[in-house]
């Protein structure tokens, strides 16, 4: 929150997740997941990789993880790793359709 006492924009990012250590989906599987939050992604499995598809709403992509995260642990499964390619294909079309090319944009980390 802002001193001015005004939130932040909410957006969704999209991410995918890598589970660890299982090579299948099962309906109690889905269930714990979705009972510990995870009611906004798609569980999918392709060639024994299990993997959570994130649309998450969150005032940043840190604090969009860093929930997906927790939700996923509160349901006992580990993540074992975060692709981001959704969520830069994203920011690139947000640019593009701002009137600018992603070549005169500088990311940066606060």
């Known amino acids: 929150m802002s001193l001015t006492g005004s939130k932040a924009a909410v957006s969704t990012f999209h991410f995918t997740v ?4 299982l090579d299948d989906i099962s309906e109690e599987l889905a269930n714990r997941l979705f ?24 005032e940043s992509l840190a604090e969009a993880i860093g929930s997906a995260v927790r939700d996923i642990t509160a349901a006992g499964c580990s ?10 294909g994203s920011a690139v079309r947000d ?6 090319s992603p ?8």
């Open 18 to 21: 890598i589970l660890e250590g």
């Open 35 to 58: 009972e510990a939050g995870c009611d906004d992604t798609l569980l999918r499995c392709c060639a024994g990789t299990v993997y959570l598809e994130f649309d998450r709403d969150a």
């Open 79 to 88: 993540p074992a790793q975060i692709s981001l390619a959704e969520a830069i």
């Open 95 to 100: 640019i593009t359709a701002a009137g600018c």
């Open 103 to 110: 070549a005169q944009i500088s990311f940066r980390q606060d």
